[in-house]
């Protein structure tokens, strides 16, 4: 099976600029989330897609949106670009059905620098 | 809300030893827990979940975790540490089955020969 991929794994950034990570999630998997990971950090919820739409998000400003696409793959935007914006960037999926719990399957990450 | 708190953030033991990697929640409803493990810089991997049943979950590379519902903990466990485990831990708690999963700040696990 097609584990999760992110694109890029790195990306300098200028403050105010703007920014969109790609992922491409597991073969059968419907549900696609974004986190965020600071330095020395959990990662932080920024919210979650299921069937092409937001179903839940976290404590993050309307800058950060995302999108899923048909086949699954998802892309997540931020608009005017802060230095505290730089961390490492998580794309998860999982699969949503009736009487299971998926866990999560992550990719390894887009490193985003704001300089 | 819910919440998660990992108490240590490193972990020294002795290859051979047994480990143990400290996790309480905070959750409303019923819990949906979980371990990953993060190498250098890459994602996160899942090792193990509970989600009802058998309080004592056994996951990947001979891990296992104990739920303890009147402690609102569950600790990550191996009889024997390999240095290959050293890495960094963490605990999550999910909203129900589909919803988003809060993770702890991470334990560095160290694993000396």
């Known amino acids: 099976e097609t584990g999760v991929t992110q694109s890029p794994t790195h990306l300098i950034k200028t403050r105010g600029q703007q920014v969109t990570l790609r992922c491409s999630s597991q073969?059968?998997?419907?549900?696609v989330s974004w986190y965020q990971q600071a330095l020395g950090q959990g990662p932080q919820f920024i919210f979650q897609?299921?069937?092409?739409?937001?179903?839940g998000r976290g404590n993050f400003p309307p800058r950060f949106s995302g999108l899923q696409f048909p086949n699954y793959s998802s892309e997540l935007n931020v608009n005017a670009l802060e230095l505290d914006d730089s961390a490492l960037y998580l794309c998860?999926?999982?699969?949503?059905?009736?009487?299971?719990?998926?866990?999560?399957?992550f990719g390894n990450g887009t490193r985003l620098t704001v300089t | 809300a819910q919440s998660v708190a990992q108490p240590e953030d490193q972990v020294n033991v002795a290859e051979g030893n047994p480990l143990t990697v400290k996790c309480t929640y905070s959750?409303?409803?019923?819990?949906?827990l979980f371990w990953y493990v993060q190498y250098p810089n890459r994602g996160l991997q899942f090792l193990l979940k509970?989600?009802?049943?058998?309080?004592l979950v056994k996951g990947s590379y001979g891990f296992e975790a104990e739920f303890n519902k009147s402690q609102t903990s569950f600790h990550l466990k191996k009889p024997s540490a390999l240095v290959s485990d050293s890495a960094l831990y963490f605990c999550?708690?999910?909203?129900?089955?589909?919803?988003?999963?809060?993770f702890g700040d991470g334990t560095t696990l160290t694993v000396k020969p």
């Open positions: 998860a999926s999982s699969l949503v059905q009736q009487g299971a719990t998926s866990p999560l399957h």
């Open positions: 073969s059968g998997h419907n549900t």
């Open positions: 897609y299921y069937r092409e739409e937001e179903n």
């Open positions: 959750v409303s409803g019923n819990p949906y």
């Open positions: 509970y989600i009802t049943g058998d309080n």
């Open positions: 999550a708690v999910r909203d129900g089955g589909a919803g988003k999963s809060t």
